[in-house]
């Protein structure tokens, strides 16, 4: 990646341009990757839920809410992700301009698929070519989505609220004394949202692990498309806000989509070899990757993340396990194999759709899908 180069390449000084940068907050480390490439050397945003961290259960530190605050943008995948989110985003950065991006005209949508074995699925929701990015075409969209999300699957992801409960706590401890002190209205505000969206999503039967059927998807930043259509309605935000370095930003955009272009190409060849081998995944997170590069799951264990399986489900996956031959079975960096290896004797991997091994920034993305597609090909090998 080349991103730091744009600002020599045309020609501005830095020193001049940080007097003017806004500031961004985004959500998860994959959409915080493509927000910094973007950037490149004229600023780095903010990242509200570390890599470690699950997105949907996440609790603010009292540095995560002050960015919050003081954002100028905010980019969220979405409520279907972090339901917690909408609260904070919606009081704390209040007067931000927020990006909503799987609500976004030209954001490729999947429907989150159902049963421990998969089989054939429709993916004709949603598979218009993504349009050209401007902000013309997300303005609208980029503030208040109540309705969007209630017909999109209000209830999704809530057994998730109560994933990796472990995760991300250690890091709390750890605050300094006096930032707690200083930013604890923020916090109690924040967490007294997720509080209440806890108690407003709990009770639901161990489907609601994922939305209700027919609802989309929402880990939609693993379709390289959203995120090449995303780079230029982050580019055109960031420019209208500093429009001294709009020229940066649309450039490094314009490279991000083309080393896109060459990783996809990369990850074509690893794979190619075993499409068609069926494998096994812990959770449902891999609909887009899978769709992109045709070489789609057998089925997951989990109804969703950490949401432990029945054993209806886990008999219907050794059936299904042992009547394809699947090869593979992959896990998470946050999740015990355990229950894996009573699929069979199958080969078992580790896939990671969040950068939690990696280092945020804006290599961060590229990364995390060429060790998807690595770790793929060497289960399925």
């Given at each position: 990646m080349r991103y730091a180069m744009a600002a020599m390449i045309v020609g501005i000084g830095a020193g001049a341009a940080q007097a003017e940068v806004p500031r961004v907050a985004a959500d998860i480390a994959p959409i915080h990757s493509i927000v910094a490439a973007i950037m490149g050397d004229v600023g780095s945003p903010?990242?509200?839920?570390?890599?470690?961290?699950?997105?949907?259960?996440?609790?603010?530190?009292?540095?995560?809410?002050?960015?919050?605050?003081?954002?100028?943008?905010?980019?969220?995948v979405g409520h279907a992700l972090t339901p917690w989110l909408e609260g904070p985003v919606g009081t704390l950065a209040e007067g931000a301009h927020v990006i909503e991006l799987i609500d976004l005209d030209g954001t490729e949508l999947l429907d989150v698929r159902e049963g421990a074995a998969f089989g054939a699925h429709n993916h004709d929701h949603g598979h218009e070519e993504p349009k050209e990015a401007g902000h013309g075409d997300h303005q609208e969209h980029a503030h208040d989505k109540k309705d969007a999300h209630e017909e999109d699957g209000h209830d999704g992801h809530a057994d998730?609220?109560?994933?990796?409960a472990d995760n991300g706590h250690e890091e709390h401890a750890q605050e300094d004394e006096h930032e707690h002190e200083e930013h604890g209205h923020e916090v109690e505000h924040a967490h007294g949202q997720h509080a209440e969206a806890h108690d407003e999503h709990a009770g639901h039967d161990d489907h609601a692990g994922h939305a209700a059927h027919g609802s989309t998807d929402p880990h939609v930043w693993l379709a390289p498309a959203n995120a090449a259509f995303w780079a230029g309605v982050i580019a055109e935000e960031l420019a209208e806000h500093d429009p001294s370095n709009?020229?940066?930003?649309?450039?490094?955009?314009?490279?991000?989509?083309?080393?896109?272009?060459?990783?996809?190409?990369?990850?074509?060849?690893?794979?190619?070899?075993?499409?068609?081998?069926?494998?096994?995944?812990?959770?449902?997170?891999?609909?887009?990757?899978?769709?992109?590069?045709?070489?789609?799951?057998?089925?997951?264990?989990?109804t969703g993340d950490a949401a432990a399986p029945s054993a209806g489900r886990m008999s219907e996956l050794q059936e299904a396990v042992m009547a394809t031959g699947a090869v593979c079975a992959l896990t998470e960096p946050q999740f015990n194999p355990g229950l894996l290896t009573a699929l069979g004797p199958v080969k078992l991997g580790e896939i990671d759709p969040l950068g939690a091994k990696l280092e945020p920034g804006p290599t961060l993305y590229p990364d995390l899908l060429r060790n998807m597609g690595s770790a793929l090909a060497e289960c399925l090998s």
């Open positions: 903010d990242l509200i839920t570390p890599p470690t961290a699950s997105p949907h259960s996440h609790q603010m530190r009292p540095s995560e809410a002050r960015a919050l605050d003081q954002a100028d943008i905010v980019v969220w998730e609220e109560h994933a990796h709009a020229a940066i930003y649309k450039a490094n955009a314009a490279e991000f989509i083309n080393d896109l272009k060459a990783l996809e190409a990369e990850i074509e060849a690893m794979v190619d070899p075993y499409r068609g081998r069926p494998f096994v995944v812990f959770h449902d997170a891999y609909h887009y990757f899978e769709h992109r590069f045709d070489i789609e799951a057998l089925g997951s264990v989990s």
